[in-house]
């Protein structure tokens, strides 16, 4: 039974003022009613943190490694407890959801297998050489935990990036305590999962301190948890508007700290000459699969397609609208998104030189109904409103003239999350020319497919430069993630008996690259 209470270091708190999650289809109210955390919570909840920061640091890497292990079990054991409240919630089916929890778990596992694998400490060792002049000192490097970190849950995936998600993850694989805010749109799935992970930390003997979650629909609430001193960076995945306040925020601390915020991206599409004459309506139908894909609510949602103008194009958009026209009005996640969403779409078919290609069925207020038009280059490079996201089902393809015109407006865009390029052998030369504006433009490039779903790897990049994240140098998603929320210490001329065990001689069974070269 779900209390309706923030988690504070392993205390379950109540609050005078409360909120309550609805239902996403409907928007009725659900029980129970929600504690709001004060901002002395918030302050109580960061010095706990702090103070268990130093024993979770030093915790054995086998044993950080286990809790995370722990932690996924736990998550686990919620079976459809869990899957139905998530399902109110958020109004996603229970398929979308069973693949959520599973990548959810699935990470925390990896990341579990990356802390025992030791190489994200890069650790490294340059031995003295006395004989050099001036003499070489002896130094010697590693990666330590940041400190306690802030993460925000977002609205579109309410475990894989919420209270349990990458973030939370890679931060407590780094060795930092986490808070975390809770989305106001899913608390009883925060309070869940927050659960789960508050009897591992009992069960592992850990700092209550080592996790808290605090839950309100005031903005004030995270705001108070940027600027709280103790809290050494954060983690956020939501709109552009709030990832810019919060960086604002820490900013204006008189201690500076990065926010690590993923915002906003339209994932440019580019259907190459050859391959859109060879597979025009193959392309058009996946195209539509991809962009419905949730209700359209991912943030590598194929925003924008750019194609040639000329029969196959035609035929491409031809096959849109015949998709289209088969898919059902999906409820989104909160009606806020919803009306954005309408708001949106509506701006976007009055803009000049706009036409409607297709759209899909039609639903109740809290639906999202798919849409997409049609626009050239010249209109689409003249007019910013039609590059901006609008969350959801919606797309435009640019009927472009030329190669050229594709590489003009692929280089004026912003930092994206993805870009992908369809393409066949015969495309190639043209297409090296344009893969290297993508380089510079977009975190993850893909060939021949579609940007929705990200798959966590050592080697997945989920970030781009501003404003697909506030910091292009990092990624959300896979094992890279745990850097975010690392520092690097150099140790010279440190006696070997204070050393940290890794770094000392002898050391044996984790990667290290002494006097440059790598080696166990």
């Known amino acids: 039974m779900l209390r309706g209470k923030n988690l504070i270091a392993g205390e379950w708190r109540t609050a005078d003022e409360t909120f309550r999650a609805v239902e996403a289809a409907t928007g009725e109210p659900l029980d129970p009613p929600f504690a709001c955390a004060s901002a002395a919570e918030v302050a109580e909840a960061c010095a706990a943190a702090a103070e268990a920061q130093p024993h979770f640091a030093a915790l054995p890497l086998e044993r950080r490694a286990a809790f995370l292990r722990l932690v996924a079990d736990k998550i686990d054991g919620l079976g459809t407890i ?37 190489a994200w400490q890069a650790l490294r060792i340059d031995h003295a050489d006395p ?88 903005n004030a609430l995270g705001e108070a948890l940027v600027r709280d001193p103790r809290i050494a960076a954060v983690g956020f995945t939501g709109s552009r508007g709030g990832g810019l306040a919060l960086m604002q925020h820490a900013a204006n601390r008189p201690v500076p700290i990065p926010v690590y915020a993923e915002m906003s991206s339209v994932n440019p599409v580019v259907l190459m000459p050859h391959r859109l004459a060879r597979a025009a309506e193959e392309l058009g ?81 809290r639906c999202g109904r798919a849409q997409v038009y049609t626009a050239s280059g010249s209109a689409f490079a003249a007019n910013r409103v039609l590059s901006e996201e609008n969350f959801g089902p919606g797309s435009i393809v640019v009927q472009c003239t030329d190669l050229a015109e594709v590489r003009s407006i692929l280089a004026a865009m912003e930092g994206q999350l993805t870009a992908t390029l369809h393409m066949e052998e015969a495309d190639y030369e043209d297409a090296a020319a344009i893969l290297a504006i993508m380089e510079n433009r977009a975190g993850r490039i893909l060939a021949n497919g579609w940007p929705t779903g990200v798959d966590v790897t050592h080697a997945m990049v989920h970030g781009g430069p501003f404003p697909a994240t506030s910091d ?31 770094l000392r001689e002898g050391d044996a069974g984790t990667l290290r690259r002494i006097d440059g070269e790598y080696g166990c």
């Not at 924008?304 to 015949?322: E, H």
């Not at 959300?476 to 001329?493: C, E, H, K, M, W």
């Open 131 to 218: 004989s050099r002049t001036p003499p070489k000192p002896d130094v010697r490097m590693r990666k330590i935990p940041i400190g306690p970190v802030a993460v925000f849950g977002a609205s579109n995936f309410p475990l894989a990036f919420s209270v349990a998600g990458g973030d939370t993850a890679s931060a407590l694989a780094a060795g930092c305590c986490v808070v975390v805010k809770g989305h106001p749109a899913h608390p009883g799935t925060s309070e869940l999962v927050a659960g789960a992970i508050a009897e591992a930390v009992a069960q592992i003997d850990l700092p209550g301190g080592v996790f808290s979650l605090l839950n309100s629909t005031s």
């Open 472 to 502: 292009g140098r990092s990624t959300s998603v896979g094992t890279l993630a745990i850097d975010r929320f690392l520092r690097p210490v150099a140790y010279q001329n440190m006696p070997d008996a204070l050393l940290p065990a890794r």
């Open 82 to 118: 869990l899957t139905r409240r998530v399902m109110a919630e958020s109004g996603l089916p229970e398929m979308r959801l069973d693949g959520e929890r599973a990548r959810t778990v699935g990470q925390l596992r990896l990341f579990a297998e990356e802390i025992e694998n030791g």
């Open 285 to 365: 139908k996946a195209y539509v699969a991809s962009l419905t894909l949730g209700a359209g609510q991912f943030c590598t949602n194929p925003g924008v397609v750019l194609g040639i103008a000329g029969d196959a194009l035609d035929t491409f958009l031809g096959a849109v609208r015949g998709e289209l026209s088969q898919v059902p009005a999906q409820t989104m996640l909160t009606g806020n998104i919803a009306d954005a969403y309408a708001t949106g779409s509506q701006r976007l078919s009055g803009e000049a030189g706009v036409e409607l290609v297709g759209l899909g069925a039609e639903g109740s207020a």
